[in-house]
């Protein structure tokens, strides 16, 4: 039982450390928000029109632009920029987009996907070692 466990844990952090996780939760948790707010009556919803359903378009699409860069981490920058300016939109169209903590939340996720970059493999001690007098050749044509 306790190596199940501790081979769920270690996919579990493999999966967060190679995509934009964060990102993808403060976004989900933001569309959440904004979708709670938006809560109401079917028949309230019908007669508003589209300012009725617009909450729900808004923070469902939060929702999805948390996802999507969760399963394909490429994407990061198109729904990173989309979910965040979603998050700007549910200001207008969404309860002051969820009490304005929808929206902060949004706008947090949504920069913090754009933001994330894959972790960066650790060099050998030989490719350190080449690094190195490059670096100190560089410094010292700067300094003269």
């Keep these: 039982m306790l190596s199940r466990l501790r081979s769920a844990y270690a996919w579990f952090r493999a999966f967060r450390r190679t995509r934009p996780f964060w990102g993808g939760v403060w976004l989900i948790a933001g569309g959440w928000t904004v979708l709670k707010f938006s809560l109401s009556s079917l028949q309230l919803i ?17 929702i999805l632009c948390g996802l999507i860069p969760m399963a394909l981490p490429g994407q990061r920058y198109t729904f990173g920029i ?18 304005l903590l929808g929206m902060a939340l949004g706008v947090l996720g949504g920069s913090m996907t754009v933001g994330w970059g894959a972790k960066r493999a650790r060099g050998t ?20």
């Design 125 to 144: 001690a030989v490719d350190r070692a080449v690094e190195r007098p490059v670096g100190r050749a560089v410094e010292r044509a700067v300094e003269t």
């Design 46 to 62: 019908v007669s508003t029109g589209f300012g009725g359903v617009a909450g729900y378009l808004v923070g469902g699409g939060m």
């Design 82 to 99: 989309i979910g965040a300016v979603l998050a700007v939109v549910s200001l207008v169209v969404s309860n002051l987009g969820g009490f």
